[in-house]
Every structure is written in C-alpha cells, then in structure tokens.
T-cell receptor, first 117, second 112 residues
C-alpha cells in the first residue's frame, strides 16, 4: 500500500532533550516536506527536500533540522526542543514538484503529536 | 507566492450543495489552483486541481473564472462526513511550488 509513515505518532518530552521524528514513504517520491499545525495558524512548512541531499527552509525552520540521505526517508530533528515546538507535525511527499504548472499531489502522513514540557 | 483568502467557516445541511470561494488576486500566469481536505488529526488530502474554467472529478467541481482571481470549490450533496477543513492553494514553478502555503482554510460543518 502506498503510504507515508511517521514515528512516533505521539511523543511527550522535556525541554532540551534531543529527538527525531522519522518519516518514510514507499512511493519513490522525489519531494518531501515537513509541516507543523497549530490552532488558528493552519499548516506551516518547516523544511522541504527536492531530492536526496537537497533540502531547503520553509516558512518556520528555526529550531529544526532535517536530512535526506535516502530517497524514502526524511527525518525531522529537534536538537533542543522547547515548549513552543509543541505541535502536530505532518510529513508529506509527492512524485515531484516540477514541470510547467503542475503541482503533483502531496500525500500526507498520519501526523505526530509532540508535547514539549 | 500568491496569497489566498477564504471564509473562516461555513455551515450546511446534509444533501445541500456547498460552494467555497477562494480569492487569489495576485495569481501568476503559471499558477495552478489546488484544494485539499483535512479531517481532524489527519493529514490533508488532495481533492482537485485546476488552471482555468471548470474541472470535475468524482468528489468535487472547481470553477475558475476567466480572470482567475478567484476559484470556487463545489461539493454536491454534502454528507456529515464532509465536515472538514478545506484549503485553497495557489502555486507554480515560477512562484514557488516548493513552498506550498496552506493558510488557515475554511472549516465546513455539515449538520443533519
């Protein structure tokens, strides 16, 4: 089954304790991205990756790191989490973001609810 | 990126047609218009995409006037399960496909 998986689905941690949220897709998609969703603010993009070893900042990258060493995986790293990073996180992938005028459909993972105390 | 404006919320009843309009005055020539649906605690799901005139699929229709400064998502005969948040996105290769801005969306509540 074609899907985007995220782990963990729920995480409660404390300020400053490094954590990684994994994201994996089995569709051989080139493009992957991370979003956070907060009440009243909608979905905001954190980082995105156009392909292996190609990453770039989205709208709210501060406090986050990503890597894209393999096409299927795009982990989100919080080196020193803070309470303002408490949020619902979504990973997404799409075949590509290329071509004249086409937005390839983004497939979203189930979400990771993170609480930083 | 072209900024989009949608109503914050809408209410409807089962069986009615719902039209959600999105304003995008600064849409660029190469931009496409895409709509996503999101249920609580789930990731958004693609509904429909269009460039001009009318697009229809098994879920919805998308109406885009000639000036393309707005678009309307039409959901025929909604049911309770259509209660969700609907996002309008505008983007293209020249204005940043890579950064897809979802905004706050339109919260649709369908009642019995």
């Amino acid at each position: 089954e074609a899907q985007v998986t995220q782990n963990p689905r729920y995480l409660i941690t404390v300020t400053g304790k490094k954590l990684t949220v994994t994201c994996s897709q089995n569709m051989n998609h080139e493009y992957m991205s991370w979003y956070r969703q907060d009440p009243g603010l909608g979905l905001r993009q954190i980082y995105y990756s156009m392909n292996v070893e190609v990453t770039d900042k989205g709208d709210v990258p501060e406090g986050y790191k990503v890597s894209r060493k393999e096409k299927r995986n795009f982990p989100l790293i919080l080196e020193s989490p803070s309470p303002n990073q408490t949020s619902l996180y979504f990973c997404a992938s799409s075949l590509s973001i290329s071509g004249f005028g086409r937005t390839d459909t983004q497939y979203f993972g189930p979400g990771t609810r993170l609480t930083v105390l | 990126l072209a900024k989009t404006t949608q109503p914050i919320s809408m209410d409807s009843y089962e069986g009615q047609e719902v039209n959600i309009t999105c304003s995008h005055n600064n849409i660029a020539t190469n931009d496409y218009i895409t709509w996503y649906q999101q249920f609580p605690s789930q990731g958004p799901r693609f509904i429909i995409q269009g460039y001009k005139t009318k697009v229809t699929n098994e879920v919805a229709s998308l109406f885009i006037p000639a000036d393309r400064k707005s678009s309307t998502l039409s959901l025929p005969r909604v049911s309770l399960s259509d209660t969700a948040v609907y996002y309008c996105l505008v983007g293209g290769p020249n204005t940043g496909f890579q950064k897809l801005v979802f905004g706050t969306g339109t919260r649709l509540l369908v009642s019995p």
